[in-house]
């Protein structure tokens, strides 16, 4: 499977802050990306999908492409503890390659 | 939306039975299921590609003798866990593509998982 790599964190951010998130992946002929969040005991659900390089924005969230360094981010504006889950960075050229995630807690 | 049902939610067994897990989709026809295992603060990891009417493919290193996957019909792919020991207590979780949706990537639908453990 292609790698991705993404901080295990936990990354802790106070209510209203923006959460980063960041991903890595090996396979440079990747073509489609991921987000997904995942709470405990619960199977991912889909955040954001991007496929070029630049930002797009859906409500509080933002993703970022740039092929060129092999990297994509999630952003989370305004955070509620309602987002506190864990995030899963996926690569897709057919069948999903997932990181091992990073463990978001927003504290109230 | 699409919705895949994934039947039981949670089983405990004890080491050498088998389980069986059913992964449906509900108001589409997936020619294609994917079976993933995700241990306790791990990633989700791709066990093997379940086609219907044809063999499953699966991933290095996942014996396929143990974990029989069979997809006889558009709408139904089982996931058996053969022999089953305590190694193998794990969240198991399948996903079927919606291939009406004209551009395959996004539309990915996850059953909600079974959690198995084995005793």
């Known amino acids: 499977q292609k790698e991705v790599e993404q901080n295990s964190g936990p990354l802790s951010v106070p209510e209203g802050a923006i959460a980063s998130l960041n991903c890595t992946y090996s396979d440079r002929g990747s073509q489609s990306f991921f987000w997904y969040r995942q709470y405990s005991g619960k199977s991912p659900e889909l955040i954001m999908f991007i496929y070029s390089n630049g930002d797009k924005e859906d409500g509080r969230f933002t993703a970022q492409l740039n092929k060129a360094s092999q990297y994509v981010s999630l952003l989370i504006r305004d955070s509620q503890p309602s987002d506190s889950a864990t995030y899963l960075c996926a690569v897709n050229d057919y069948k999903l390659s997932f990181g091992a995630g990073t463990t978001v807690t927003v504290r109230a | 939306g699409a919705v895949v049902s994934q039947h039981p939610s949670w089983v405990i067994c004890k080491s050498g039975t088998s389980v069986k897990i059913e992964c449906r989709s509900l108001d589409f026809q997936a020619t294609t299921m994917f079976w993933y295992r995700q241990f306790p603060k791990q990633s989700l990891m791709l066990m093997a590609t379940?086609?219907?009417?044809?063999?499953?493919?699966?991933e290095q290193g996942v014996e396929k003798d143990k974990f029989l996957i069979n997809h006889a019909s558009l709408t139904l792919s089982t996931l058996t866990v053969t022999s089953a020991h305590p190694e193998d207590s794990s969240f198991y979780i399948c996903?079927?593509?919606?291939?009406?949706?004209?551009?395959?990537?996004?539309?990915?639908?996850f059953g909600s998982g079974t959690q198995l453990s084995v005793l």
């Open positions: 996903s079927a593509r919606d291939q009406r949706a004209g551009t395959p990537n996004e539309k990915l639908f």
């Open positions: 379940s086609n219907e009417g044809s063999k499953a493919t699966y």
